[in-house]
């Protein structure tokens, strides 16, 4: 792309068959002119000759979704590309500013690469294959299941008035949301996603219980459910629930991930084939956390957390939340560290 793109492209970390052109590939675009942005994408579709679509994920919290898709087709005896980008920004009127500067870029960029191509050999590029599918409705019926058990558990905490429901519910509240992500076919692996939630389930479920016996649980955990059932304030509460929200994404989101490639998909399909669904369902926990905030009591929550849900749009917000855990950089991170323990 370098030969051609007005923007500068810089490879991250290969997707399918250690390819930049793979489904799951990460790399950092930086854009052209006085105003350069540097943006992280992921390759959601690689379907060569005919189809390739990326997602931006990071690098502009103003923006609500960033999608390309790059299409050719065979036109007599010449190819017809072309290239359709979607954006949507928090701000008005940024829509405009970026479609005057984006579009002659691109338009640019094209140029150049008709040329090229004019003289070039096509490459013969490798087919990248999604698992075959199977009957979701038993897996389906499953993560109903656990939504169901999740619920019971923050319930049974909110009628026992331990504070320990408060987290108890937003895990609750992320498997809502992650089934609903699914249901509106933003997900591209259904069945993973669909698999990882008795996982998370159970990560979730097993601590929780050995914490009740008083029993040897997870250190992390151990810290979170410690900090959580003695939570009587506004401080107090943000910090059990930031803390229960680190020992998910930093011990149980590794193991969840790589067991469920270990089990259901390493004959199938490549670990980092998932990696553009799993960057894309971040939104998951801004969301939850949102909907959890609705129904705590007013006096829960910290003044700076109230300002900031009236002042500022959540996307934005949730970049502010980052000086306090960054939590699409620890999910990355623990992406990675799946990979190593699935190989491992």
């Known amino acids: 792309m370098n030969q051609w793109s007005t923007a500068k492209i810089e490879p991250i970390d290969p997707g399918d068959r250690g390819r930049m052109d793979g489904v ?25 000759p005919h189809r390739f679509v990326y ?17 050719l087709r065979e036109n007599g005896a010449a190819t017809e590309l072309r290239w359709r980008v979607q954006m949507d920004f928090v701000v ?7 479609q005057r500067s984006i579009g002659p870029e691109l338009a640019r960029s094209i140029a150049t690469l008709a040329r090229l191509a004019a003289g070039g050999a096509a490459e013969s590029m490798p087919t990248f294959r999604a698992p075959d599918p199977i009957d979701l409705a038993p897996l389906r019926a499953e993560a109903d299941r656990v939504l169901a058990e999740q619920r019971a558990i923050a319930d049974r905490l909110a009628g026992a008035g331990d504070p320990r429901q408060w987290f108890a519910r937003v895990y609750a509240l992320v498997t809502e949301e992650q089934l609903a992500f699914l249901d509106r ?5 259904p069945e993973w ?27 992390a955990w151990q810290k979170a459910w410690s900090v959580c059932a003695r939570a009587r304030d506004a401080r107090t509460i943000v910090e059990g629930l930031l803390l229960g929200v680190a020992a998910h994404i930093e011990t149980d989101l590794p193991r969840a ?33 949102d909907r959890l905030v609705e129904q705590m009591p007013r006096g829960f929550l910290p003044t700076w957390l109230r300002v900031a849900r009236a002042a500022v749009p959540p996307e934005i917000g949730g970049e502010l939340m980052r000086r306090y855990y960054d939590v699409p950089k620890r999910r990355l991170k623990a992406f990675a560290k799946g990979a190593d323990l699935a190989r491992g």
């Open 24 to 48: 799951g590939a990460l790399r950092r675009v930086i854009t052209p002119g006085i105003a350069s942005t540097r943006l992280i994408e992921v390759v959601r579709v690689s379907e060569p």
């Open 55 to 71: 997602v931006v994920f990071e690098g502009a919290p103003a923006l609500r979704v960033h999608r390309g898709e790059i299409t």
């Open 193 to 219: 996603a669909l698999r990882l939630v008795p996982r998370f389930h159970r990560y979730f479920v097993a601590p929780l219980e050995g914490f009740e016996r008083g029993a040897q649980i997870d250190p």
């Open 92 to 98: 008005l009127g940024l829509a405009t500013i970026a």
């Open 185 to 189: 076919g933003e997900v591209d692996h």
């Open 257 to 289: 991930l790589a067991e469920v490639w270990r089990d259901h998909f390493r004959d199938r399909c490549e670990y980092v084939r998932f990696r553009a669904d799993y960057v894309r369902m971040a939104p998951v926990f801004r969301i939850a956390s």
